[in-house]
C-alpha cells in the first residue's frame, strides 16, 4: 500500500501516544521494508504529537516510532512493539512535517523528540531524520533503551542532543522486567559518557517492582558513575497503558498494581539527589 494510501485513512499527527494504532503499515511488501530500514528512506510511525512539555527540554514534537525488541512489563504502548503497526511515512514527509513546526519549537526552546517504541530499531531512519533537523537549527533528543546505541557512530551521536535514556532496573532483574539483559544499555551510557553527549536518565518506578531502596540505590549509583547525566526523571507508573494490552490480548501482570504514590517519587529522588543528581 503506498504511503498515500494509508495516509488518506489514518492522521499521521495523534491527540496522544495512548492511541491505539494497529496494522498501519500491513500491505508493505517485505522487500520495501527491508529496504526502508537498510537506507532510511522510510519510517514506520505510529503518529506525531506536538505540545509535549515531558519528553525532553521546552515544547517538544515527538515522533512516536514502531518496533521494539523489548518486552517490559510496564510498557504504556505495546501497539509500538510491532513495525507493522507502524504507518509507513517517507524520510522527506517526516522531514516536512519537522519543517511545518520549526519556528515555534525555537521559540519554545523545544525540539524534536524520536521516542517509540525504540527509535534505533531504524537506526537509518532515525539518523537521517535527526540530521535533517539539526541542520533546520531545531534541537533534538531520542528517548531509547539503548540497546542498540552502537549501531551509530560517534559522528552519528553528535546528532542527537540528548539522550532520554531508560534505566528500567538494576542489572539482576531486568531480563524479568523487559526480556533483555542490561548489558549494551549499560555499554552505551558509558559511551554517551566518554563522547560528552548529555544524557536525562528515565526511570518509570512501579510499586513492587522497581522500587525498592536496594534496586534503586544500584541504578542511582550507576548514573552518577557516568559524570553526563544532567537530570534523572523519576516517573510514577499509570495504568493508561492497561487498555492496550488487553485490546492485544496480551498477558498484563499488573492489574492490581496502583500509581507510584507521591512520597514514593519522593523518596526515589532523594536517592538519585544522595548520588549528586538532579532528580524530579
Ligand atoms: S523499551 Fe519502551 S517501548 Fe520497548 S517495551 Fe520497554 S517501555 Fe515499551
Known amino acids: 500500500m503506498s504511503e498515500e494510501k ?16 494497529l496494522n498501519l503499515g500491513t500491505g508493505v511488501p517485505e522487500n520495501a521494508v527491508k529496504t526502508a530500514l537498510t537506507t532510511g528512506d522510510m519510517g514506520f510511525l505510529h503518529s506525531f504529537t506536538t505540545g509535549s512539555t515531558v519528553d525532553g527540554p521546552g515544547v517538544r514534537l515527538v515522533a512516536w516510532t514502531a518496533g521494539c525488541q523489548w518486552r517490559c512489563l510496564y510498557c504504556h504502548n505495546p501497539d509500538t512493539w510491532s513495525m507493522v503497526n507502524g504507518m509507513p511515512v517517507t524520510l522527506d514527509h517526516a522531514i516536512d512535517e519537522v519543517r511545518k513546526y520549526r519556528h515555534g519549537l525555537k521559540v519554545m526552546s ?30 533534538t533528543a531520542i528517548e531509547t533503551n539503548g540497546y542498540l546505541g552502537d549501531r551509530l557512530t560517534d559522528e552519528e551521536i553528535e546528532q542527537i542532543d540528548l539522550v532520554l535514556l531508560g534505566l528500567k532496573t538494576a542489572p539482576a532483574r ?16 558509558q559511551r554517551l559518557s566518554r563522547l560528552g553527549r548529555k544524557i536525562w536518565v528515565r526511570f518509570v518506578l512501579v510499586p513492587g517492582l522497581t522500587d525498592d531502596p536496594e534496586n534503586i540505590g544500584e541504578i ?61
Open 6 to 21: 494509508v495516509l488518506e485513512q489514518t492522521s499521521i499527527e495523534a491527540t496522544s501516544p495512548f492511541e491505539l494504532r
Open 110 to 139: 523545544g525540539g524534536l523528540t524520536l521516542s517509540g517504541g525504540e527509535p534505533l530499531m531504524q537506526d537509518r531512519f532515525a539518523v537521517r531524520l535527526l540530521t535533517a533537523v539539526k541542520k533546520m537549527g531545531v534541537h
Open 174 to 189: 531486568h531480563l524479568h522486567l523487559t526480556g533483555k539483559e542490561m548489558g549494551p544499555t549499560l555499554e552505551f551510557a
Open 220 to 280: 542511582a549509583k550507576f548514573a552518577a558513575s557516568l559524570g553526563n547525566v544532567e537530570r534523572v526523571e523519576v516517573l510514577p507508573f499509570h495504568q493508561m497503558g492497561k487498555y492496550k494490552w488487553k485490546e492485544l490480548k496480551l498477558n498484563y501482570t499488573l492489574d492490581s498494581t496502583e500509581q507510584a504514590p507521591r512520597e514514593l517519587v519522593e523518596r526515589a529522588c532523594a536517592q538519585f539527589r544522595a548520588e549528586g543528581l538532579k532528580a524530579d
